[in-house]
């Protein structure tokens, strides 16, 4: 009896203690977050997503370091590192449902489903024919593992496959198709690059939307980091630092393309999971 008097009186001591020792350890613990270099990493694309990461990061009060990787990563490289855990911890993506079957989406659209409307990259030279045709007869340029490239094909669209963002613009300065349909989220950044621009401009009458998120995935065993970024996004969705974020880059970008004056062609997301929060309208952008 005694042996048990003195068990009961000795583990809750114990336990204390341990506690006592962990918490320092996990209040000073820092966070070593690693996304995927981009191609422009200084493009407002760029820039708002790591600040909106390191608002929810914020958010939820821990300590944190986010950091590149040390070379530009693309997306089907940045997923295959994603899945293994090496080097990488976070990707932003658009959401399909492979990719929430093998990673950890956290569903909170970061550009409040921008990265869905799309405007048409094009030679002066094509200008011409896209008023006097349907927009359907002529090739669109996509990368061959693209979302994207899926979507243009459910819709009827003839799309050229691109290997990389890269050669994606090359077929279009060789006059290999005759559209590049870009986000109104990217292009701007694009088109400030001679070396895309070139003979390339952005065609001034129409905008295409399809239903699209963009989410943070993360690797599936990385649980914990997936729980502190919805609670984040959550806090900061709820005292509203999270649109005003949002709308503090991406409405002038809005009326410089004068989004709101183009011609509006609805397209549908075949590809979108059954749990994208569609109903949820906060989360989405909605045009004026």
């Known amino acids: 009896m005694s042996s048990c008097i003195s068990l009961h009186i000795v583990l809750p001591k114990l336990m204390c203690l341990l ?3 962990y918490l320092p350890v996990t209040k000073a613990a820092v966070w070593k977050i690693t996304y995927p270099k981009q191609p422009i990493e200084d493009s407002i694309h760029v820039t708002y997503t790591i600040e909106l990461l390191k608002l929810a990061l914020e958010k939820t009060g821990v300590r944190f370091e986010i950091n590149p990787t040390d070379e530009v990563t693309l997306q ?4 295959n590192l994603l899945s293994n855990n090496r080097s990488i911890n976070i990707v932003w993506s658009m959401t399909n449902e492979q990719r929430e079957a093998d990673f950890l989406p956290i569903r909170v659209p970061i550009f409040k489903g921008l ?3 799309r405007v048409l990259l094009v030679e002066p030279n094509m200008l011409p ?8 007869e002529h090739s669109v340029v996509q990368g061959m593992d693209w979302p994207d490239t899926k979507i243009l094909q459910a819709n009827g669209f003839n799309v050229v496959n691109a290997t990389n963002y890269d050669e994606a613009f090359m077929i279009m300065h060789r006059s290999q198709a005759g559209m ?6 990217e292009v701007i950044a694009e088109m400030a690059d001679d070396n895309l621009r070139r003979d390339l401009m952005i065609e001034p009458n129409y905008v295409l939307q399809y ?5 943070f995935f993360v690797n599936k065993r990385d649980k914990i980091l997936a729980r502190l970024l919805e609670q984040g996004f959550a806090k900061a969705m709820a ?3 999270f649109d005003a974020l949002f709308n503090a880059t991406y409405l002038p970008v809005l009326k410089e393309l004068k ?3 183009r011609t509006l062609v609805k397209l549908t997301n075949p590809l979108l999971p059954l749990e994208t929060p569609l109903f949820e309208e906060h989360l989405w952008y909605q045009i004026q």
Do not use: H
Request: glycine share 8%.
């Open 19 to 21: 506690m006592c020792l």
């Open 76 to 79: 089907g490289k940045a997923f």
């Open 115 to 117: 990265i869905g409307w």
């Open 129 to 136: 024919k896209l008023e006097r045709s349907n927009l359907r």
């Open 180 to 185: 590049f349909p870009r986000s109104v989220i």
């Open 211 to 215: 239903p699209a998120a963009m989410y």
């Open 239 to 241: 005292d509203g630092t």
């Open 259 to 261: 989004v709101s004056q």
